[in-house]
T-cell receptor
Framework: QKEVEQDPGPLSVPEGAIVSLNCTYS??????FMWYRQYSRKGPELLMY????GNKEDGRFTAQVDKSSKYISLFIRDSQPSDSATYLC?????????????FGTGTQLKVEL | NAGVTQTPKFQVLKTGQSMTLQCAQD?????MSWYRQDPGMGLRLIHY???????DQGEVPNGYNVSRSTTEDFPLRLLSAAPSQTSVYFC?????????????FGSGTRLTVV
């Protein structure tokens, strides 16, 4: 079983829809939770970062962490065609070698006009 | 401000050839790392460095070598390329390897080994 599970999609929604992207994880030691957006043939870029359980909002994006259920979500409101990309969840914990990220496999999102 | 620069963007190698993927950052970050991205596998850590002169192995280090002589540069060497090393390679850096910081990624090197 992978440490981080993420539905690969693809997920297709109409413009203006609310999008929900999710990841589950098995390692309760994870401390930091991130969402990255990756456009085709580009590197991942950091969208949201959170440390504790609860919600964090940034514009149209809301990141939600539920440590008791080992479940994180990213909500996108009023989705736009420019949101079409692959969304990667990532989690990290401190080890002797520093802060290392474990990524989900990514969910491909397409927002259609 | 370029951030993280990777070269080349594309490369085709024959089995058994060696090459070096270059990564340079101008963010003055201590922590640098190399990932490979494969369909259905996500991003997997190859090697990382917490500062000049210090490197360590990640999840999938076999067949790769790294060194870190300066803060800015972190090259990845393929010693004897194999078709299983066909992948997209990303270099990433973060300002806080002790926790709580996001990573900045380069735009990637697409490598095909035939």
């Amino acid at each position: 079983q992978k440490e981080v599970e993420q539905d690969p999609g693809p997920l297709s929604v109409p413009e203006g829809a609310i999008v929900s992207l999710n990841c589950t994880y098995s390692n309760s030691a994870f401390q930091y939770f991130m969402w990255y957006r990756q456009y085709s043939r580009k590197g991942p870029e950091l969208l949201m970062y959170t440390y504790s359980s609860g919600n964090k909002e940034d514009g149209r994006f809301t990141a939600q962490v539920d440590k008791s259920s080992k479940y994180i979500s990213l909500f996108i409101r009023d989705s736009q065609p420019s949101d079409s990309a692959t969304y990667l969840c990532a989690m990290s914990l401190l080890t002797g070698g520093g802060n290392k990220l474990t990524f989900g496999t990514g969910t491909q999102l397409k927002v259609e006009l | 401000n370029a951030g993280v620069t990777q070269t080349p963007k594309f490369q085709v190698l024959k089995t058994g050839q060696s090459m070096t993927l270059q990564c340079a950052q101008d963010m003055n970050h201590e922590y640098m790392s190399w990932y490979r991205q494969d369909p259905g596998m996500g991003l997997r850590l190859i090697h990382y460095s917490v500062g000049a002169g210090i490197t360590d192995q990640g999840e999938v280090p076999n067949g790769y070598n790294v060194s870190r002589s300066t803060t800015e540069d972190f090259p990845l060497r393929l010693l004897s390329a194999a078709p299983s090393q066909t992948s997209v390679y990303f270099c990433a850096t973060t300002g806080g390897y002790t926790g709580g910081y996001g990573y900045t990624f380069g735009s990637g090197t697409r490598l095909t080994v035939v």
